[in-house]
Nanobody, 120 residues
Framework: QVQLVESGGGLVQPGGSLRLSCAAS????????MGWYRQAPGKQRELVAA???????NYADSVKGRFTISRDNAENTVYLQMNSLKPEDTAVYYC??????????????WGQGTQVTVSS
């Protein structure tokens, strides 16, 4: 089993910044990909940013230049630095992790979600 613990959400004014973190622990042999998704009320969950073990990074067009994903492989932690936040960034943000477990199989896990609200 793998556990994901997210933190860092909250209420921020437009133009402000937040940093989300997601720490993975448990029966992990290797982490293949880590990323962030978000889901706004009445909308589908969408990819925000993702980072693979090979170092490639993808961002949604709506966050390019404002958000930065990074990971600490030693700590099995992924971060999302969010700058110049806009009201339309308001959503529940979910950490996504693809791991190879100690049993040799690949599994996908979701974090519990953390609310980000951008409002004046």
């Amino acid at each position: 089993q793998v556990q994901l613990v997210e933190s860092g959400g909250g209420l921020v004014q437009p133009g402000g910044s937040l940093r989300l973190s997601c720490a993975a622990s448990g029966s992990i042999f290797s982490i293949n990909a880590m990323g962030w998704y978000r889901q706004a009320p009445g909308k589908q969950r969408e990819l925000v940013a993702a980072n693979t073990s090979g170092g490639s990074t993808n961002y949604a067009d709506s966050v390019k230049g404002r958000f930065t994903i990074s990971r600490d492989n030693a700590e099995n932690t992924v971060y999302l630095q969010m700058n110049s936040l806009k009201p339309e960034d308001t959503a529940v943000y979910y950490c996504s992790v693809m791991v190879t477990a100690t049993d040799g199989y690949e599994y996908h896990y979701w974090g519990q979600g953390t609310q980000v609200t951008v409002s004046s």
